[in-house]
């Protein structure tokens, strides 16, 4: 070229562009969405021996009680009975348990009526809907909850109950009665309003939960009727994440029945996810579901999985289920990493879950 001007000119605007970052700013949905399909996930288990795994788990452990925060329940607390039910095959009692320094818990006690040696317990965690626990617990005074039951196959604590276990029953925040006033949230989530708030407290929401699910297995663990050895935890939807959490950081869960809830969160957040319940800040720098399910291992955990369930994407499950099988296959447990794979939707199943939780709380093959 004769000029050479024109020429650094012309390198100048067609170069330049594709060796410097671009000028004009990403919306933050374009930037959360690239920066969750890159997030770190940098304390994945990668080792093959038990061992290696059992290191991993602490070390997992750790940091994930360190991102949570404080959530180890009361050591006392008074029982306050608000009303009993004397149904045909088992009582009800609607409780709130009462502690300085945290929230009161309400809680359905489900005891089976019949003879009177120790039985099992069972946490029963209900997931998010407007009856919070009632719905599990199949509470009949509540309008409204038989559609739910029915579409949703809802009140597997009532159903386990039938079956012979002592069932506690916790209603979590922002749910149920503990939620106050829905329509003072208008149009928007109470989940991500409540987990908003209490940050500014210094307080994780799934952390509160955390505790009140602890504080109702000690609660469960400390009635007479109960076998404190033989404890289990199941849950639906949030309830499934939240029966992960404990039996993953609560070895005294001995089996745990986690249903609808086998996805990632590095794949719900790259969509306008909002709920709050859910969220453990940084976790992605870390790990995801998986990692947390893997610290469950080798106790036996089944996942209840509906083929028709949308909230379930299938590439996901296969990933998760990747991972976790990693600290099951090292710890020599394979057998103990279930799936229940079911003709449905987003519901409990129950039935491979009874046959489990009978297995493992009943000695009964």
């Known amino acids: 070229m004769k000029n050479p001007i024109a020429f650094f000119f012309i390198l100048l ?7 410097w970052p671009q000028d004009t700013p990403q919306p933050i949905d374009k930037q959360i969405q690239q920066e969750a399909k890159e997030a770190p996930l940098r304390m994945q288990f990668r080792g093959k021996t038990a061992d290696e795994c059992r290191r991993w788990q602490a070390e997992f452990a750790a940091k994930l009680r360190t991102l949570l925060g404080p959530f180890q329940p009361p050591k006392t607390w008074r029982t306050v009975v608000e009303r009993t039910v ?11 348990l009462i502690a300085k320094g945290v929230p009161s818990l309400p809680m359905h006690l489900l005891i089976p009526k019949g003879k009177s040696e120790k039985r099992a317990g069972i946490v029963a965690v209900h997931g998010h809907g407007a009856f919070g626990h009632d719905v599990v617990a199949g509470r009949e005074l509540t309008p409204g909850m038989d559609d739910q039951i029915k579409k949703l196959n809802y009140d597997y604590g009532r159903q386990l109950v039938r079956h012979g276990y002592v069932v506690a029953v ?26 908003v708030r209490l940050q500014l407290l210094g307080k994780v929401l799934m952390a509160e939960n955390l505790r009140d699910i602890l504080w109702s297995l000690d609660f469960l663990a400390g009635q007479d009727g109960v ?23 609560e070895p005294h869960i001995k089996v745990a029945v986690v249903s609808g809830a086998l996805n990632c969160l590095q794949e719900r957040i790259q969509g306008r996810y909002s709920c709050g319940a859910q969220i453990i800040p940084g976790l992605l720098q870390f790990g995801d579901v998986p990692e947390i399910a893997s610290l469950i291992a080798p106790r036996p955990c089944l996942w209840e999985i509906g083929n028709k369930d949308k909230l379930l994407p299938r590439d996901w499950q296969e990933l998760a289920l990747t991972r976790i099988a990693r600290a099951y296959a090292a710890l020599g447990a394979k057998e103990n990493l279930l799936v229940d794979r079911f003709e449905g939707g987003h519901q409990w199943h129950g039935t491979e879950a009874v046959r489990l939780l009978d297995k493992v709380l009943r000695n009964n093959p």
């Open 13 to 19: 605007v067609f170069v330049t562009p594709n060796l």
């Open 227 to 249: 076998d404190s050895d033989r404890l289990g935890c199941v849950g639906l939807s949030y309830g499934g994440r939240m029966t992960m959490l404990a039996a993953a950081l």
């Open 170 to 195: 916790p209603c979590l925040t922002p749910f149920g009665r503990r939620l106050g006033d829905r329509k003072a949230y208008g149009s928007n989530d109470p989940c991500a309003v409540t987990f």
């Open 86 to 96: 004397e149904l045909s095959d088992h009582r009800r009692q609607e409780i709130v």
